[in-house]
């Protein structure tokens, strides 16, 4: 499968709606990367996984899916030689947790879905990870009590800033250094207390200048008798920046030991998540399991297009047993290229483990490739004209197809001469037929839906239109042949029947009345200002026998298309516009628009030839020589039917 088929059969919409579903960020990468299987048995066990997921839902819809935020990233940080973060440890316990809960929810899941709840069981309980993880961070910082020595610590360095701002509070509020302070207040520059001195008073008090307002007018001096304290001080944060780091890599080491059981726990949340999306998105559109197979059977129920839901006009089909190929024709806009499409899309779905919109007992079989031209297929970029890119895309597809092939055209042989165009037709859908592939193909060409008549392993469909209202109604129609309706909607519009009688006439090479009575009372009277005849006419009006019927005579030398063989005409036309041919010593039944001659039987043959030598065997003209001399007793010909 290409990325040309996910795209014309909006793949690509489905998975982005899918992953609408999921809770992770893993989880969705897996799901915009799903790719069709063909083996049958993955399948099979991937869609029974989606039905089981689908009976826990109904049974309760809150799965404990923990949303991973950040677990992966934590996970790859391991072993980069410096310890793991407070609030990453945090995370670590959140998803601990989540496995946890997990794992309870599917303890009375198992008589519902035994496969999806024992995946549960890859996941190990780790509780001494989890209590140490929440014994020592807290608040998203390591806690007092993580350690006797942290505890030691934090509680010096308490008592130490505590003794700090006593001694910088008495020097603030003490009347020697009142008159020399900015303003009354403590600050911190660096990490170290000090006092707003005026400028000018820089002399009177001894210390260090650790800053200065932008004026200059105020420098920030930390006091010398505060100096020594501070320096305490700030070992004692060293200290305590050291047992905390001490103790971050006690609990980094405690999650390097769990690696792969925290890695494969992952995974399977994950799976989860993959799993419920696909269980979610069915429950949207009342998906079912499709039944596989790998005999090209396809028996799709009440099938819908997943992206129209409920506004699709339900699509019912059966093929495989009888026939592979169906020919569907119809009106423009009637649904035939949603039909091809909708089918494209469902075996899609299914080969990657989804659920389809339609009802039980739908059927899709498995294909190695989906391959399809479908669109009008404009290169700009290349300067193709659409014919030539249809073209290009069926030799590639004549070039991949075997039997287990899907192939899906769109009006074949549209965009040249309509006679070339249906013979191309006609041979690209004989050839892929040959190859062993099923296929569906829209056409509008009268002729292709005679050909699936008359060759076994092809069936005509038609997309009904509702002549009364003059809209289609979208629903396929297996095994009848449909037509444009041009005539029908003729009539109903308000043109005379005389005029389409004759335009049927011409089309069919048969008769067939339209009646009046389908018109209202008004439309009658200006319907039959079409056929008054204008009595000061000068033009003659002449009839033609052959209404428009190529005329061939016996013994022309005539090429049948599509196949390209030399005939000689026997007999015809009949009223339909059909001729006798014999081709390679058999007669057939060929319409005169399938005949080209090729050399007439006046170039080939003298006047008044016996054309028996042609068409009747020796034996027979013996026999007929004999009996036209005298009576012979059981002497019998057999002529050819």
Not at 90 to 117: E, I, N
Request: include cysteine.
């Amino acid at each position: 499968m290409n990325e040309k088929t996910f795209q014309t059969l909006e793949f690509n919409s489905v998975k982005e709606n899918l992953m609408g579903f999921a809770l992770t960020e893993e989880g969705k990468k897996k799901l915009m990367n799903l790719r069709p299987s063909t083996n049958i048995r993955q399948v099979d066990m991937l869609l029974d996984e989606v039905t089981e997921a689908v009976h826990i839902l109904e049974k309760s819809a809150s799965v404990p899916i923990h949303a991973l935020d950040g677990v992966e990233n934590i996970m790859a940080s391991l072993n980069k030689g410096v310890p793991l973060r407070p609030d990453q440890l945090t995370g670590l316990y959140y998803f601990l947790d989540a496995c946890k809960k997990l794992k309870k929810y599917m303890d009375d899941k198992q008589w519902l879905a035994p496969r999806v709840s024992s995946y549960v069981y890859s996941i190990e309980d780790i509780p001494d990870l989890g209590e140490e993880i929440i014994r020592c961070i807290r608040n998203g910082r390591v806690d007092d009590y993580a350690s006797k020595e942290l505890l030691r610590i934090r509680k010096q360095l308490g008592i130490q800033e505590d003794r700090l701002k006593d001694k910088i509070q008495s020097i603030v509020k003490s009347a020697k250094y009142k008159s020399f302070l900015q303003e009354s207040i403590v600050s911190q520059r660096n990490g170290r207390y000090v006092i707003p001195v005026k400028k000018e008073f820089r002399g009177k008090l001894k210390g260090t200048v650790l800053d200065s307002s932008a004026s200059g007018s105020t420098l920030y001096i930390e006091p010398e008798e505060l100096s020594t304290q501070q320096d305490q001080l700030l070992t004692i944060k060293f200290e305590e920046d050291r047992e905390v780091e001490n103790i971050l890599w006690t609990l980094t080491g405690m999650v390097q030991t769990f690696e792969p059981q925290l890695k494969l726990a992952i995974e399977t949340m994950v799976h989860y998540d993959v799993l419920f999306a696909k269980a979610k998105y069915s429950r949207s559109y009342d998906g079912v399991k499709a039944i596989l197979n790998e005999d090209q059977r396809i028996h799709l129920i009440n099938a819908v297009h997943p992206l129209l839901g409920k506004q699709a006009v339900p699509l019912s089909i059966k093929m495989g047993e009888g026939f592979h190929a169906l020919v569907i024709t119809g009106p423009n806009t009637g649904g035939k290229t949603v039909t091809i499409k909708t089918v494209g899309l469902l075996t899609l779905m299914t080969q990657c483990g989804l659920h389809i919109p339609a009802g039980e007992g739908s059927e899709i079989s498995l294909y190695q490739q989906i391959l399809l031209d479908i669109g009008d297929g404009q290169s700009l970029q290349q300067n193709l004209s659409t014919f030539s890119s249809h073209i290009k895309n069926v030799i590639g597809i004549l070039t991949d197809t075997n039997d287990r092939s899907l192939v899906l055209l769109d009006e074949l042989g549209s965009g040249t001469d309509p006679l070339e165009g249906m013979g191309l037709a006609t041979a690209i859908l004989n050839q892929l037929y040959e190859k062993g592939a099923t296929i569906l193909a829209t056409t509008h060409y009268s002729e292709i839906k005679y050909f699936a008549e008359e060759h076994e392993g092809f069936m005509n469909g038609s997309m009904e239109f509702n002549i009364d209202t003059l809209q289609p109604t979208y629903k396929l129609i297996v095994g009848q042949g449909g037509e444009s309706q041009a005539f029908s909607i003729a009539l109903k519009l308000g043109m005379h029947p005389e005029i389409i009688e004759k335009a049927h006439e011409i089309t069919y090479k048969e008769s067939r009345e339209y009646s009046l009575n389908d018109v209202d009372f008004h439309l009658r009277k200006e319907m039959d200002k079409q056929v008054i005849v204008n009595k000061h006419s000068t033009r003659v009006k002449t009839k033609k026998e052959n209404h428009g019927i190529t005329l061939f005579s016996k013994g022309d030398n005539v090429k049948v298309s599509p196949d390209g063989e030399f005939g000689i005409v026997f007999e015809g036309p009949d009223d339909k516009g059909n001729y006798t041919v014999q081709v390679k010593g058999m007669k057939i039944i060929v319409n005169h628009k399938r005949l080209r001659l090729y050399v007439s039987a006046k170039e080939l043959y003298p006047e008044n030839y016996d054309f028996d030598i042609i068409f009747n065997s020796k034996e027979n003209r013996k026999k007929d020589k004999l009996m036209g001399k005298r009576f012979i007793d059981g002497l019998t010909i057999n002529h050819e039917e």
